[in-house]
């Protein structure tokens, strides 16, 4: 058929597969034969991990109870601490070992090893108790990437309270919504924090918030950026919080099934779900994970350059590297304050090892520049990663080749707050990767692509992401909302959790993934997916980022509404955009065209940094627009929508 879109991995060309090194393969932490082990006996796999990875109190007899799904149990009879784990019993080994180099934005700088970082923990711990903070009480935190915030984390859970990181540049609105939603008890916040060589005051916004949240008791304040700030009793400095403190605070013993934290999503979809995460999967899940995908070494410096607002900040940052005793980099700051090449000034400066961020921060990098790059020495990189939205076969091509000098193995991995930990992905070393695809499920998981009846999808197909398997750090529930838990995993196929994203397999088993089912188009009576379409468009030498979004049309049913940022120096243009069209319309097949473009110097994007395109969608059928508070860039959907108005179709 003429007119049938060609898949993805039709982009590819043979010369696009990525073995690993023979060095490489021969060191690493994950052999080949870790999935045939794992699907052999996927129980006895996951409770190896539980039993070498984690220091229990008292070990778990009981792996798995599923007696009642979807409401999953995994060692539900063991007993331990998280922050015991990820602190005290490395201490008599690599207490003075770094646990994070921090760099603030202005420059300033912190080496904390673990030792320090326990002790910080400790009296952190013991302050909250001052306060009244009791075991399975919750605790809303709202700070930038300061050290007080990993240390807060871990005083909750050494201290049993469960935490509710609300990522540092919410408004107020947001803030309160969450605090509202888990009655939390105590805040911990600050008075400001850095964002590109300005103040972002905290503290106000969150004096707002508190104005309807009245369940917060004590709000505990961390000095960071000096400005003016309201004072009311209820406030106390965290300086003077833990002053007095000992560092000394018996970890309390905690079930594997009681809750850890609460985190809500990013909310590209609508309202954010409060996720509930426990402890001893979810340590296990992540431990795991973060030892075999990152391939980390004793001397590795590992950065993670998400914010810890996010899961992969809580699991990345903060919990599996301090259980697996690595020394990790962490940045207060924007990526580009004060130059483009931050990031690759630290990573020079520290000599950093393995570099794990998200597509939307390599895009940005496309689009700033080269130069930026190319006048570091990133010699000390031999592992990169990528998570939060599928990555572009081009920008896979950039990061390997600018950023990872051509030798760096890349882990493109999929995985959700739901999910807690990552669920496809490469194992460095075990798999050859490809441009564009997140290769494989990790050992022990049940990933599966079925078709509207829930039947697999032969190779070859696509169709809807599901695990057939539970997994040890699943989410539990939606806080307070069992129903909606039940509702929006699994519902839609029996037996499987949904994970709402599209994904087709191609014929070495590999998973793509496609992008939200809901962006999914209908053009003339076949799907499209966004990701195809955009990669695309990205795989021009002009475009550095593009969104991508079906819109009513009366002939078509959908057309193809596109909107592209160009890289550095490129400006948009007639020519260029029917050059685009064509330039979609060869490599996918002319069905996929976009109808129309719309050049713009920026997409909305959510504050983790993924792309809205549901907003681009009410643009594009200039409806009247949703909420857009949430947005990071708010300003950008107005010139957008101006432009989007006038913008030439055919
Ligand atoms: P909400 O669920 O509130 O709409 P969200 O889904 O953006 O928000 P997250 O849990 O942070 O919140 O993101 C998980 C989603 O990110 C996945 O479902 C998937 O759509 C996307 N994603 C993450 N990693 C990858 C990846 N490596 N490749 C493709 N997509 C990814
Ligand atoms: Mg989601």
């Not at 209820?234 to 905690?254: F, G, T």
């Not at 990098?365 to 990133?378: A, C, N, P, Q, S």
């Not at 959700?416 to 695809?437: C, F, H, R, W, Y």
Request: with cysteine; net charge negative; hydrophobic share 40%.
């Amino acid at each position: 058929m003429a007119d049938q879109p060609k898949t993805l991995e039709n982009l590819l060309t043979e010369d696009r597969v990525f073995p690993p090194t023979e060095e490489f393969a021969a060191a690493a932490n994950a052999k080949p034969d870790v999935y045939e082990k794992a699907d052999a006996d996927y129980l006895g796999f996951w409770k190896e991990q539980a039993l070498n990875r984690v220091t229990w109190f008292k070990e778990p007899t009981v792996i798995l109870d599923d007696s009642n799904p979807p409401f999953f149990k995994w060692f539900s009879d063991g007993e331990l601490n998280v922050a015991y784990n990820c602190l005290d019993r490395h201490l008599d080994t690599i207490g003075d070992k770094v646990a994070f180099h921090w760099v603030g934005e202005p420059g300033d700088t912190q080496d904390i090893t673990y030792r320090d970082l326990h002790e910080r923990v400790g009296k952190l711990a013991n302050g909250l108790k001052s306060l009244g903070v009791e075991k399975g009480d919750r605790v809303a935190i709202y700070l930038g990437m300061v050290p007080e915030l990993p240390v807060a984390l871990l005083a909750c859970a050494r201290i049993g309270a469960i935490h509710s990181v609300v990522f540092g540049g919410f408004s107020s609105d947001s803030l309160a919504d969450r605090i509202q939603d888990s009655s939390c008890k105590v805040l911990i916040t600050g008075d400001g924090a850095w964002r590109r060589g300005g103040v972002f005051s905290l503290k106000d916004v969150a004096d707002e918030a508190l104005k309807t949240s009245p369940s917060v008791e004590k709000v505990v304040v961390v000095k960071r950026t000096e400005n003016d700030i309201a004072w009311s009793d209820k406030d106390i400095w965290y300086h003077d919080l833990v002053a007095d403190q000992s560092a000394e605070c018996e970890p309390e013993v905690m079930n594997a099934e009681d809750p850890l934290y609460i985190l809500y999503t990013s909310g590209t979809t609508g309202k954010p779900k409060g996720i509930v995460h426990t402890q001893g999967g979810y340590l296990t899940s992540i431990s795991t994970t973060h030892d075999y995908v990152f391939d980390l070494k004793d001397d590795d410096v590992y950065w993670c350059t998400a914010d810890i607002g996010w899961v992969t900040g809580h699991s990345y940052i903060v919990y599996g590297p301090l259980a697996n005793g690595a020394t990790s980099i962490m940045y207060e700051g924007a990526p580009n304050h004060p130059g483009l090449d931050r990031l690759w000034q630290i990573v020079e400066d520290y000599k950093c090892t393995i570099f794990y961020t998200a597509p939307t921060a390599i895009r940005a990098f496309m689009k700033w520049g080269d130069e930026h790059v190319t006048k570091h020495d990133l010699s000390s990189l031999r592992l990169l990663g990528t998570v939060g939205e599928p990555i572009n076969p081009e920008a896979w091509m950039w990061y390997h080749e600018l950023i990872g000098g051509g030798k760096c193995p890349i882990v493109d991995t999929w995985w959700q707050t739901e999910t807690g930990a990552i669920m496809i992905t490469p194992l460095p070393g075990a798999v050859d990767t490809k441009p564009g695809s997140a290769t494989k499920p990790f050992p022990g998981v049940g990933a599966d692509v079925v078709d509207e009846e829930g039947n697999s999808v032969p190779w070859g197909g696509g169709g809807f992401l599901v695990m057939r398997r539970p997994w040890p750090s699943m989410l539990r529930t939606i806080y307070g909302d069992d129903r909606r838990y039940v509702d929006t995993y699994w519902s839609r196929f029996e037996n499987m959790y949904f994970a709402g994203d599209g994904a087709k397999r191609d014929e070495d088993g590999y998973f793509w993934l496609l992008g939200r089912v809901d962006d999914v188009m209908l053009i003339a009576g076949h799907n499209i997916s966004t990701t195809e379409v955009e990669s695309a468009l990205v795989s021009h030498d002009a475009v550095a980022e593009a969104a991508v979004v079906g819109r009513a049309d009366p002939v078509t049913g959908q057309a193809i509404a596109a909107f592209v940022t160009l890289r550095g120096g490129v400006e948009g243009s007639d020519e260029l955009l029917a050059e685009l069209r064509n330039h979609v319309g060869s490599t996918i097949g002319p069905i996929a065209k976009p109808k129309s473009i719309v050049f713009t110097a920026d997409l909305p994007k959510t504050r983790s940094g993924k792309i809205m395109r549901r907003l681009l969608k009410d643009i594009s059928e200039q409806r009247q627009l949703g909420d857009v508070t949430t947005l990071a860039n708010a300003d950008i959907v107005q010139e957008i929508a101006a432009k989007s108005a006038s913008s030439s179709e055919d």
